[in-house]
């Protein structure tokens, strides 16, 4: 099955959230996303390996990519590979026709991921043994998780907690618009759900975590969250995760990929503490090849990446 990201919906989803226009070739989907002084770029998001080498190898793709980059006056080509790393006998000779490797990320390249087809005990046993006390923690402590494909109270709760999230971390973050418009394409058809943990303080009801989930084909995705600075003692991730995770199960799903981790046990990496996180869960780490840039405009290529590095140091 393709990638979630190579799907008609999140297709129609970028288009209202910044993307110019789309197209498909071969089936694959290329966004087409306006930049400063009239130039643009294109990305195909995702693209499986069974799809590169039937759809983009040997079909004329790349140069219907450059007829249409012309065009548009696109300075690059952006081509995202969900081809394991490991996969030995994968090549991409694509480093000939003016390919070079991405000096940005725009889907993780790391991810961690857990199965979750077995029985809920063998999912708890695989865990690292401070997940399953931490959600026991939650337990005890009457954490409340609540979810909704709707534009409504767990949506406040999550951007409230995410946007503080980002600005105590300092780093950039999506406005509420962007996620509204997740819910009323997404959430309609019950691909994205935003979830909400929260306890009862003082006789107030206290929002602690919150996460925003796609549920596609086989595999559930932790897209976004947030949490609170407060009440850490509470446990309250642990519980919010471990829930989707028995949601997903539900719906019969088989992986929940939690996204982004740090590529190494590196502990000043600005994604160390996060990647603890997620690890408690258990699960693997699966690397992709990720995303390499055809160049159309060298010099401005150049100038777009000391622009970008400047814009987003972190």
Do not use: C
């Not at 065009?71 to 996969?87: G, H, Q, S, V």
């Not at 995770?245 to 000043?268: R, S």
């Amino acid at each position: 099955m393709n990638s979630f990201f190579q799907s008609p919906e999140w297709e129609q989803f970028k288009l209202k959230t910044g993307y110019k226009r789309s197209y498909r070739i071969n089936d694959i989907l290329v966004l087409e996303r306006q930049l400063p002084l009239g130039r643009s770029m294109l990305y195909s998001p995702l693209v499986a390996e069974k799809n590169y080498e039937s759809r983009i190898k040997n079909q004329g793709f790349i140069e219907r990519v450059v007829k249409i980059g012309k065009e548009n006056n696109a300075i690059f080509y952006r081509l995202e590979l969900d081809i394991p790393k490991e996969l030995s006998t994968f090549h991409f000779p694509l480093s000939t026709r003016n390919f070079v490797k991405s000096f940005e990320e725009m889907q993780p390249e790391n991810n961690w991921v857990v199965d979750i087809t077995k029985e809920e005990n063998e999912i708890l046993a695989q865990m690292k043994q401070k997940g399953r006390y931490n959600i026991k923690v939650a337990e005890k402590n009457n954490i409340e998780i609540t979810s909704s494909n709707n534009i409504g109270k767990e949506l406040d709760i999550f951007y409230d907690l995410y946007s503080k999230t980002g600005k105590r971390k300092g780093v950039t973050y999506r406005g509420k618009a962007y996620f509204k418009n997740m819910l009323d394409i997404l959430g309609k058809i019950d691909y994205a759900r935003t979830y909400a943990a929260t306890a009862k303080i003082d006789g107030k009801t206290v929002p602690l975590a919150a996460a925003v989930i796609i549920f596609y084909g086989k595999e559930a995705l932790y897209l976004y969250g947030g949490s609170s600075d407060e009440y850490k003692n509470l446990m309250a991730p642990y519980l919010l995760h471990w829930k989707i995770m028995l949601d997903a199960k539900e719906k019969g799903i088989e992986e929940y990929n939690f996204l982004g981790v740090a590529p190494t046990e590196d502990p000043n990496h600005p994604w160390a503490g996060i990647t603890r996180f997620k690890k408690q869960f258990g699960g693997s780490q699966e690397d992709i090849m990720g995303s390499y840039d055809l160049i159309l405009k060298p010099l401005e290529y150049q100038l777009f990446k000391i622009a970008e590095r400047l814009r987003r140091p972190h």
